[in-house]
């Protein structure tokens, strides 16, 4: 069965900080993996896509790594900003359009 | 800009009254989908379509049905709605590449 674990569920950091977030996963078969942000109230974004053979990718202030071999994916958030503050959500792929939603890392930004 | 649009972006509605939310994208994608999304679920598919005049069920279609007329939009009715209906609703869309691009949803309320 198709599964995807995130965690932690929530998280509170000072702006400034940075914070990495984990996406566990058991897809069959696996064909690529995105993690997307949903602010509050809005549809879920895009930052990025992480292919099996890929390891890590960077996305201004936003880093995912993958390790394909162990289904774990991490995106990782550097100097955090308010306007961070969303859901994310880790999202692999099975096939071309399987998306397998996780249910989301809350992260809030305090000033 | 090609974008994706969801009306209503609110609704409340009573139990046993048939309901349909619009969904309009003009990126031109041949394929579309419906989820929604709940507290301590990810996005759960509902249905989706790969072109004009194809549907096909999602994990959580019963209830729902769509149609597609035309490359721009797919509908989805509540038949009946249920009071275990009420949730948010996301539509979107995708390039061939796989990336999905999701409108700015739509919540409903069942009374």
């Known amino acids: 069965k198709n599964q995807v674990e995130q965690s932690p569920q929530s998280l509170i950091i000072l702006e400034g900080k940075n914070c990495t977030l984990q996406?566990?996963?058991?897809?069959?078969?696996?064909?690529?993996l995105r993690w997307y942000k949903q602010d509050t109230g809005r549809g879920p974004v895009s930052l990025t896509i992480?292919?099996?053979?890929?390891n890590t990718k960077s996305n201004g202030r936003y880093t995912a790594t993958l390790d394909a071999d162990t289904k774990q994916s991490s995106l990782h958030i550097t100097a955090s900003q308010l306007s961070d503050s969303a859901s994310y959500i880790c999202?692999?792929?099975?096939?071309?359009?399987?998306?397998?939603f996780g249910t989301g890392t809350r992260l809030k930004v305090l000033a | 800009d090609a974008e994706i649009t969801q009306s209503p972006r609110h609704k409340i509605t009573e139990t046993g009254r048939q309901v349909t939310l619009a969904c309009h994208q003009t990126?031109?994608?041949?394929?579309m989908f419906w989820y929604r999304q709940d507290l301590g679920h990810g996005l759960r598919l509902i249905h989706y379509?790969?072109?004009?005049?194809?549907?096909n069920k999602g994990e959580v279609s019963d209830g729902y049905s769509v149609s597609r007329s035309n490359t721009e939009d797919l509908p989805l009715t509540l038949e009946s709605a249920a009071s275990s209906q009420t949730s948010v609703y996301f539509c979107?869309?995708?390039?061939?590449?796989?990336?999905?691009?999701f409108g700015e949803g739509s919540r409903l309320t069942v009374l």
């Open positions: 996406c566990n996963y058991t897809v069959s078969p696996f064909s690529n």
């Open positions: 999202v692999p792929i099975s096939g071309t359009y399987k998306y397998i």
């Open positions: 379509s790969y072109g004009v005049q194809d549907t």
């Open positions: 992480m292919t099996f053979s890929e």
């Open positions: 979107a869309s995708s390039e061939p590449t796989g990336e999905l691009f």
């Open positions: 990126w031109n994608h041949n394929n």
